[in-house]
């Protein structure tokens, strides 16, 4: 079974600085397709980013870029010049090709500090 | 010109009471979903609709039941509601394309049972 593990249940910064979200997945199918959705305070759920498996090279959105080891199977999120907008729950998503299926983790609760 | 959107936004009731919660997209995708998200954040699949056909029923009491009019709407009806129903509940939507695109989800639904 697909399982996707987020190990940080909550995380903080400094705002303008740097941090990394931690993400890991299980999966025996060679294509599929990786997410990072950020939920605020406001409960919406935004996508941040987007990562095809069979592409080597990392996604990369404004501020916002990811870490993609196939092999390892990790997909971390990292966060540069943190802004207060920033804080938010941030969920890691799997899903596979050919299936209707999303599987999220149990996200990371990130604060930024002024 | 809401993409995704649900009603109500909040939905205070009585146990044992039926309820139903709207969501519609004009986004003209093919796939809805409905989640539903604990008090942890935990976001769990309950059912997914492509092209008003049933594709994904989890493990879901049969009081819960979706339906689905057209490819823009997909309805959540609750019968005999329970407190462990309280929880925040979130449709989404997606152009199913080999799951290679992401979901857009509403605003959620905070259903809470007194």
């Known amino acids: 079974a697909q399982t996707v593990t987020q190990s940080q249940p909550e995380m903080s910064v400094q705002e303008a600085e740097t941090v990394t979200l931690s993400c890991t997945y299980d999966?025996?199918?060679?294509?599929?397709?990786l997410f990072w959705y950020k939920q605020p305070p406001s409960r919406q759920m935004i996508l941040v980013i987007r990562?095809?498996?069979?592409?080597?090279q990392n996604a990369t959105e404004n501020r916002f870029s990811v870490n993609f080891q196939k092999a390892a199977k990790s997909f971390s999120l990292k966060i540069s010049d943190s802004q207060l907008g920033d804080t938010a729950m941030y969920f890691c998503a799997f899903t596979g090709s050919g299936t209707y299926k999303y599987i999220f983790g149990t996200g990371t609760r990130l604060k930024v500090l002024a | 010109d809401t993409a995704v959107s649900q009603t109500p936004k909040y939905l205070v009731t009585q146990m044992g009471n039926d309820k139903s919660i709207k969501c519609e997209q004009n986004l003209g995708h093919d796939t809805m979903y409905w989640y539903k998200q604990d008090s942890k954040k935990f976001l769990k699949i309950m059912f997914s609709y492509n092209n008003k056909e049933l594709i994904i029923n989890e493990t879901v009491p049969n009081r819960f039941s979706p339906k689905s009019p057209d490819k823009a709407h997909l309805n959540l009806h609750i019968n005999s509601l329970e407190l462990g129903d309280s929880a925040v509940y979130f449709c989404?939507?997606?152009?199913?394309?080999?799951?290679?695109?992401?979901?857009?989800f509403g605003d959620g639904t905070r259903l809470s049972i007194l």
């Open positions: 999966t025996s199918e060679n294509n599929y397709y």
């Open positions: 990562q095809e498996a069979y592409k080597q």
């Open positions: 989404a939507s997606s152009m199913w394309d080999r799951g290679n695109q992401p979901q857009h």
